[in-house]
Protein backbone atom coordinates (compact mmCIF):
# COMPACT_ATOMS: atom_id res chain seq x y z
CA UNK A 1 0.00 0.00 0.00
CA UNK A 2 3.10 2.39 0.63
CA UNK A 3 3.95 1.80 -2.56
CA UNK A 4 1.19 3.17 -4.37
CA UNK A 5 1.33 6.53 -2.34
CA UNK A 6 5.09 6.82 -3.83
CA UNK A 7 4.36 5.80 -7.01
CA UNK A 8 1.28 8.40 -7.14
CA UNK A 9 3.91 11.00 -5.16
CA UNK A 10 6.32 10.32 -7.53
CA UNK A 11 4.05 10.53 -10.30
CA UNK A 12 2.53 13.88 -9.19
CA UNK A 13 5.88 15.16 -8.86
CA UNK A 14 7.47 13.83 -12.82
CA UNK A 15 3.63 15.45 -14.17
CA UNK A 16 4.30 18.96 -12.70
CA UNK A 17 8.01 19.25 -13.67
CA UNK A 18 7.77 18.51 -16.90
CA UNK A 19 4.08 20.27 -17.27
CA UNK A 20 6.07 23.09 -16.01
CA UNK A 21 8.64 23.08 -18.48
CA UNK A 22 6.45 21.91 -21.38
CA UNK A 23 4.82 24.60 -20.57
CA UNK A 24 7.53 27.37 -20.65
CA UNK A 25 8.19 26.18 -23.84
CA UNK A 26 4.49 26.60 -25.31
CA UNK A 27 4.35 30.02 -23.96
CA UNK A 28 7.29 30.81 -25.53
CA UNK A 29 6.11 29.22 -28.84
CA UNK A 30 3.11 30.98 -28.74
CA UNK A 31 4.29 34.68 -28.10
CA UNK A 32 6.02 33.33 -31.54
CA UNK A 33 3.48 32.51 -33.32
CA UNK A 34 1.55 35.66 -32.54
CA UNK A 35 4.12 37.46 -33.51
CA UNK A 36 5.38 39.24 -30.25
CA UNK A 37 8.47 41.06 -30.10
CA UNK A 38 9.07 41.29 -26.80
CA UNK A 39 11.96 38.41 -26.44
CA UNK A 40 14.24 41.75 -25.71
CA UNK A 41 12.96 44.09 -23.77
CA UNK A 42 10.46 41.80 -21.54
CA UNK A 43 12.55 40.70 -18.33
CA UNK A 44 10.00 37.84 -17.97
CA UNK A 45 10.40 36.96 -21.23
CA UNK A 46 13.84 37.08 -21.75
CA UNK A 47 13.81 35.12 -18.47
CA UNK A 48 11.68 32.18 -20.66
CA UNK A 49 14.45 32.27 -23.26
CA UNK A 50 16.94 31.63 -20.81
CA UNK A 51 15.18 28.94 -19.19
CA UNK A 52 14.21 27.12 -22.48
CA UNK A 53 17.74 27.68 -24.65
CA UNK A 54 19.36 25.19 -22.83
CA UNK A 55 17.35 22.57 -24.73
CA UNK A 56 15.93 24.41 -27.82
CA UNK A 57 19.15 25.75 -28.85
CA UNK A 58 20.96 22.44 -29.79
CA UNK A 59 17.54 21.31 -31.55
CA UNK A 60 17.51 24.49 -33.63
CA UNK A 61 21.23 24.21 -35.17
CA UNK A 62 19.67 20.64 -35.98
CA UNK A 63 15.72 21.64 -37.27
CA UNK A 64 15.85 25.00 -38.56
CA UNK A 65 12.11 26.96 -38.76
CA UNK A 66 9.78 26.26 -41.57
CA UNK A 67 7.17 28.58 -42.84
CA UNK A 68 7.43 30.98 -39.49
CA UNK A 69 6.96 28.04 -37.22
CA UNK A 70 9.10 26.91 -34.73
CA UNK A 71 9.59 22.74 -35.21
CA UNK A 72 12.71 22.90 -32.73
CA UNK A 73 10.03 23.76 -30.42
CA UNK A 74 7.39 21.59 -31.55
CA UNK A 75 9.48 18.25 -31.36
CA UNK A 76 10.96 19.19 -28.48
CA UNK A 77 7.31 19.37 -26.23
CA UNK A 78 6.36 16.12 -28.27
CA UNK A 79 9.06 14.60 -27.09
CA UNK A 80 9.36 15.61 -23.64
CA UNK A 81 6.15 14.69 -23.65
CA UNK A 82 6.11 11.45 -24.81
CA UNK A 83 9.10 10.82 -21.97
CA UNK A 84 6.52 12.17 -19.48
CA UNK A 85 3.53 10.00 -20.43
CA UNK A 86 6.25 6.99 -21.12
CA UNK A 87 8.02 7.26 -17.39
CA UNK A 88 4.35 7.85 -16.22
CA UNK A 89 2.97 4.93 -17.47
CA UNK A 90 5.46 2.40 -16.66
CA UNK A 91 4.77 3.71 -13.15
CA UNK A 92 1.87 2.37 -13.37
CA UNK A 93 3.06 -0.82 -14.58
CA UNK A 94 1.90 -1.04 -18.49
CA UNK A 95 3.40 0.52 -22.01
CA UNK A 96 0.47 1.95 -23.75
CA UNK A 97 0.83 1.07 -27.62
CA UNK A 98 2.15 3.69 -30.21
CA UNK A 99 -1.50 4.82 -31.26
CA UNK A 100 -2.78 5.39 -27.65
CA UNK A 101 0.48 7.23 -26.82
CA UNK A 102 0.20 9.47 -29.57
CA UNK A 103 -3.48 10.45 -28.95
CA UNK A 104 -2.29 11.30 -24.81
CA UNK A 105 0.78 13.17 -26.03
CA UNK A 106 -1.63 15.01 -29.24
CA UNK A 107 -4.22 15.75 -26.40
CA UNK A 108 -1.53 16.67 -23.42
CA UNK A 109 -0.03 19.28 -25.26
CA UNK A 110 -3.05 20.58 -26.49
CA UNK A 111 -4.80 20.89 -23.04
CA UNK A 112 -1.52 22.43 -21.92
CA UNK A 113 -1.82 25.53 -25.21
CA UNK A 114 -5.48 25.81 -23.71
CA UNK A 115 -4.46 26.13 -20.51
CA UNK A 116 -2.00 28.58 -21.27
CA UNK A 117 -4.06 30.70 -23.45
CA UNK A 118 -6.79 30.77 -19.88
CA UNK A 119 -3.74 31.61 -17.92
CA UNK A 120 -3.52 34.65 -20.61
CA UNK A 121 -7.23 35.92 -20.39
CA UNK A 122 -7.54 35.45 -17.23
CA UNK A 123 -4.57 37.99 -16.19
CA UNK A 124 -5.61 40.11 -19.07
CA UNK A 125 -8.32 40.55 -17.72
CA UNK A 126 -7.32 40.72 -13.78
CA UNK A 127 -4.86 43.48 -14.68
CA UNK A 128 -7.07 45.64 -17.20
CA UNK A 129 -9.11 45.72 -13.92
CA UNK A 130 -6.34 46.22 -10.69
CA UNK A 131 -3.32 48.30 -12.82
CA UNK A 132 -5.00 49.34 -16.17
CA UNK A 133 -2.40 52.03 -16.42
CA UNK A 134 0.46 50.47 -15.19
CA UNK A 135 3.28 48.91 -16.97
CA UNK A 136 3.76 45.09 -16.28
CA UNK A 137 6.06 42.13 -17.68
CA UNK A 138 3.45 39.48 -16.85
CA UNK A 139 0.43 41.66 -17.83
CA UNK A 140 2.39 42.57 -21.21
CA UNK A 141 2.58 38.36 -22.04
CA UNK A 142 -0.78 38.02 -21.10
CA UNK A 143 -2.18 40.55 -23.33
CA UNK A 144 -0.15 39.18 -26.39
CA UNK A 145 -1.29 35.59 -25.45
CA UNK A 146 -4.47 36.81 -25.50
CA UNK A 147 -5.55 39.69 -27.78
CA UNK A 148 -5.54 36.83 -31.05
CA UNK A 149 -8.23 34.95 -28.51
CA UNK A 150 -10.31 38.65 -27.54
CA UNK A 151 -10.20 40.41 -30.75
CA UNK A 152 -12.44 38.20 -32.62
CA UNK A 153 -15.05 37.82 -29.83
CA UNK A 154 -14.44 41.65 -29.73
CA UNK A 155 -15.78 42.10 -32.99
CA UNK A 156 -19.02 40.15 -32.52
CA UNK A 157 -19.60 41.63 -28.66
CA UNK A 158 -18.81 44.85 -28.31
CA UNK A 159 -18.06 46.46 -25.22
CA UNK A 160 -21.16 46.84 -22.98
CA UNK A 161 -21.44 50.35 -20.90
CA UNK A 162 -17.81 50.61 -20.17
CA UNK A 163 -17.82 46.77 -19.66
CA UNK A 164 -15.73 44.73 -21.63
CA UNK A 165 -17.53 40.97 -21.73
CA UNK A 166 -14.80 39.06 -24.15
CA UNK A 167 -12.62 37.23 -21.71
CA UNK A 168 -15.80 35.75 -20.27
CA UNK A 169 -16.48 34.51 -23.73
CA UNK A 170 -13.19 33.51 -24.29
CA UNK A 171 -12.80 31.35 -21.20
CA UNK A 172 -16.02 29.68 -21.39
CA UNK A 173 -14.74 28.93 -25.42
CA UNK A 174 -11.71 27.57 -23.57
CA UNK A 175 -13.07 25.34 -21.52
CA UNK A 176 -15.18 24.09 -24.09
CA UNK A 177 -12.21 23.32 -25.95
CA UNK A 178 -11.26 21.29 -22.99
CA UNK A 179 -14.70 19.33 -23.05
CA UNK A 180 -15.20 19.07 -26.38
CA UNK A 181 -11.77 18.32 -28.37
CA UNK A 182 -8.94 17.39 -25.34
CA UNK A 183 -11.21 15.24 -23.17
CA UNK A 184 -12.64 13.07 -26.35
CA UNK A 185 -8.98 12.92 -27.81
CA UNK A 186 -8.12 11.23 -23.57
CA UNK A 187 -11.30 8.91 -24.15
CA UNK A 188 -10.23 7.83 -27.94
CA UNK A 189 -6.79 7.07 -26.49
CA UNK A 190 -8.31 4.55 -23.95
CA UNK A 191 -10.35 2.81 -25.89
CA UNK A 192 -7.84 2.07 -28.23
CA UNK A 193 -5.34 1.21 -25.88
Same mark, same amino acid.
Given at each position: ?????????? @? =?????? +? @?? =????????????????DCFYYNPLA????? $?????????RR?????????WAAVLLMLGLQAVESLIIS??????PAPLPLGLIITAEL?????Y? $?????LLQWAFSWLMPQQYNPVAELAELLAEPIL????? =???? +??GFDL?? +??? $?? $???LTLILLVDPLFDLARSVG
Open positions: MAANYLVTAL @S =YLIQTL +M @SL =YIGAIMVRFLLHVVGARALVS $FTNPALRPLMIPGYKGVDVLYGYLLRIAVV $FITAVKPVRR =YLPA +MGSP +MLA $FI $FLN
